[in-house]
């Protein structure tokens, strides 16, 4: 079985930025495809970032150009979010892109607020 934890969230004003990270461990000896997914209140979880393996990213219109998925070694993906906005406002997760095949972990609170 493979475990996620996200972690670096946190309380951020508007234009400030935070680089949240996913740890992966159990079954798992590489990750070689992962996303982000948040969910905001009352909203469905969505998907904003996803990398494939061979390095290839998608981001959701509402984050491209501002957020950055990226991998250092095997088991853990980042998401670089710069020019925070107060929509961002989230509970974030990592799992399976599009395909979330993984139990969900705790995910990683994000707050955008003046």
């Known amino acids: 079985q493979v475990q996620l934890v996200e972690s670096g969230g946190g309380l951020v004003q508007p234009g400030g930025s935070l680089r949240l990270s996913c740890a992966a461990s159990g079954s798992i000896v590489r990750i070689n495809n992962m996303g982000w997914y948040r969910q905001a209140p009352g909203k469905e979880r969505e998907l904003v970032a996803a990398?494939?393996?061979?390095?290839?990213t998608n981001y959701a219109d509402s984050v491209k150009g501002r957020f950055t998925i990226s991998k250092d070694g095997a088991k853990t993906v980042y998401l670089q979010m710069n020019s925070l906005k107060i929509e961002d406002t989230a509970v974030y997760y990592c799992?399976?892109?599009?395909?979330?095949?993984?139990?969900w972990g705790p995910g990683t609170q994000v707050t955008v607020s003046a």
């Open positions: 799992n399976g892109p599009w395909n979330p095949i993984y139990k």
């Open positions: 990398m494939i393996s061979g390095g290839t």
